[in-house]
């Protein structure tokens, strides 16, 4: 009896030896592909405070980077085994041997495009020679989708246009007003951020790519391979946060500001901190939704958008060198990441109230 209780006893504190480990090992860093945390991060928020997250066994740790291409190459080096960045840099990091994958497509539209102050006299592509184009970063997805809109204007996207930094929200705004760049190519809740900051924006006119997928969350195919519940996991309470951040956008910043404390804005009363930061969550919303893509589950990647957007980037060469669609997205852990309810998350949703 006492050589059992003392092996019952030792067994014990191995498994919590054990659980310490995974406890440890269950922390994530994951990139995310702007240097500002704006109200896009709020489902990492719900996440968090629903304790969708924990019950998974992680916590989840987001690392401002300043664009896709910096999200990528941390991911590649393994620095961060996650990152949330646009499939350009994925798909040029690919061509040169990084063995990565999207295994969750997060923005099913395309959330990129061309944005001009209202009353400028730019009207479409071509209006484009001669100017400068701003974006955040010259390692954002913003560069590529420039180039390759500016190029299906028959433009040479090197020479007949001038890429430049200007920054984020407030930064950026404050460049067009001083006619330091005439026209953005940023995407969709930067926009809202630069209106926000005063200055109201026109899209230029894009048709034909609206249904190009945006970003996903990256990882080496090492890691899902060898890490497949974390990477379930990381999805999945993404997924509950998105569907809850549809369902009550107030509520889903209200979290945000609680969870991410940097992301509520200094100088402005809380209705209007609200307001705007709503507006900017709105403005991600369509890109959000399934029917953007024509995909059923939270997360799936539409092969056939993902190869259309591939031979775009190809055709106008900002893509140089082709890979296989399925080198660069995998469905394998859809259906894992899908095992929830989004029904009783719209409910609770609907049903959230702040603690007074």
Known sequence: MKRTLIALVACLLVAASCATVRAQASKL????????????????AVATKMGWYKQDGIEVELVALAGSGDCVKTTATREIPFSLPSVEPLAAARAQGVKAKIFYTAYQGNIYGIAVPADSPIQKITDLKGKTVGVISMGSGGVPAAKALI??????PESDVNIVVAGEGAQTAAMLRSKQVDALSQFDTQY???ENAGVPLRRLDTHGTDRFPSNGFVALDKTIAGDRQLCVALGRGYAKGTIFAIANPEAAIRILYEVFPETRPTGKDEATALHDDARVLEARIPNWTLEKSGVRRWGESSTANYAAYLDFLSRWGVVTRRVPVTDLVTNELIPEINRLDPGRIRAEAKAWKPAR
């Open 29 to 44: 860093r994951v990139g995310f592909c702007s240097r500002t945390l704006s109200s896009a991060t709020a489902p990492f």
């Open 151 to 156: 190029a299906t204007a028959g433009m040479n």
């Open 192 to 194: 809202a951020m630069v």
